[in-house]
């Protein structure tokens, strides 16, 4: 397990770009896939991005494709959600979160937050219109 804290979140007109930065503690961080999900008021949390846990593999949700960039940095133990062409239905906390099982390769599907066994608090992102 890893402890996760997420920052970068904020308020941005409709159009604008943020990027997110995810900090996990442990030696052991760079061994785990990671991902990001965001949940909007009275929705259910939904996959955003997926990144292998040697960044050699990415997954996008269809929202995210084209705007989104995931990436990480095992040297700074941070993974990062570049967000670009923002709009109003971004609007959401966004939350990273650490693989299960250590080294697990692509997904063949779009994961589930039960695949996942670490998260962080989360950070709000606002996009007003």
């Known amino acids: 397990q890893v402890q996760l804290v997420e920052s970068g979140g904020g308020l941005v007109q409709a159009g604008g770009s943020l990027r997110l930065s995810c900090a996990g503690s442990?030696?052991?961080?760079?061994?785990?896939?990671m991902a990001w999900f965001r949940q909007a008021p009275g929705k259910e949390r939904e996959f955003v991005a997926r990144?292998?846990?040697?960044?050699?593999?990415?997954l996008y949700a269809d929202s995210a494709k084209g705007r989104f960039t995931i990436s990480r940095d095992n040297a700074k133990n941070t993974v990062y959600l570049q967000m670009s062409s923002l709009k109003p239905e971004d609007t959401a906390v966004y939350y990273c979160?650490?693989?299960?099982?250590?080294?697990?390769?692509?997904?063949?599907?779009?994961?589930?937050?039960?695949?996942?066994?670490?998260w962080g608090q989360g950070t709000q992102v606002t996009v007003s219109s």
């Open positions: 979160a650490a693989d299960r099982n250590l080294l697990r390769g692509s997904y063949s599907f779009i994961p589930r937050t039960a695949d996942f066994g670490s």
């Open positions: 442990g030696r052991t961080f760079g061994s785990f896939g």
């Open positions: 990144i292998t846990w040697s960044g050699d593999s990415t």
